[in-house]
């Protein structure tokens, strides 16, 4: 089956720090992956995504690039900031089968950034 | 426009009794996904619908669990005869075609707490 494992929080940064948040997969078929952001008191909001291999996604100076020979898709910024503290999480649709509607998530990391 | 409307945010029942969970999709969008966060566990898929009809509801526990998304009103998701094993933040998501990876919205959640 499929599965999706990222590290364990919480992380605590200061502002401008470099951040890493690593996230590796298990999919029986050609997945899409996923970053999803929950702001405190907010919803899950899509952060980025790739849907094949060597694929980067970026936004909001949020970058992360689909390795397939190492099944991993790491989140990374080279300069945090207070307004980035949120929960992450990595995810991945299976799209072979007919269920690409179905999102499997990693458990989330918890990011504090100090000021 | 108006995100995806989940109510209410917190919900706490005594065991035995029934809850409630209502999601409100965005305007337009005629796809709803529901998903169930356990304490320290991801986000895991529960069931898909569109506008009354359920098209997956390979995550629902067999019993006790239901959902329905009438033609009006909103999708509700039904836990009869709580047990402390339900209280979760549970994840309303919404789409406008059928193809979740673009352009899906997810809700705050919904908290319940079984006493």
């Known amino acids: 089956g499929n599965s999706v494992t990222q590290m364990e929080g919480p992380v605590t940064l200061s502002e401008e720090a470099f951040l890493t948040i690593n996230c590796t997969y298990t999919?029986?078929?050609?997945?899409?992956l996923f970053w999803y952001v929950q702001y405190p008191g907010e919803g899950l909001q899509l952060l980025l995504k790739?849907?094949?291999?060597?694929d980067k996604g970026s936004n909001k100076g949020f970058e992360a690039t689909y390795r397939k020979e190492t099944t991993s898709f790491h989140l990374e910024k080279g300069s945090v900031q207070v307004s980035d503290s949120a929960v992450y999480f990595c995810?991945?649709?299976?799209?072979?089968?007919?269920?690409?509607?179905?999102?499997?998530f990693g458990k989330g990391t918890l990011l504090t950034v100090n000021p | 426009n108006a995100g995806v409307m989940q109510n209410p945010r917190h919900l706490v029942r005594r065991r035995g009794q029934e809850a409630r969970l209502r999601c409100s999709p965005m305007?337009?969008?005629?796809?709803v996904y529901w998903y169930r966060q356990l304490p320290e566990e991801g986000l895991k898929f529960m069931v898909y619908?569109?506008?009354?009809?359920?098209?997956?509801e390979s995550g629902m526990p067999k019993e006790r669990f239901s959902a329905e998304f009438p033609k009006e009103g909103p999708s509700i998701l039904r836990i009869q005869q709580v047990v402390r094993g339900d209280s979760a933040a549970y994840f309303c998501?919404?789409?406008?075609?059928?193809?979740?990876?673009?352009?899906?919205?997810f809700g705050q959640g919904t908290r319940l707490t079984v006493v």
């Open positions: 995810a991945l649709s299976d799209q072979s089968g007919g269920s690409n509607y179905k999102l499997t």
């Open positions: 790739a849907t094949k291999a060597d």
């Open positions: 305007k337009g969008h005629s796809h």
């Open positions: 619908l569109q506008k009354e009809n359920i098209i997956d």
């Open positions: 998501a919404s789409s406008p075609l059928a193809h979740l990876n673009t352009e899906a919205f």
């Open positions: 999919a029986t078929g050609y997945p899409s």
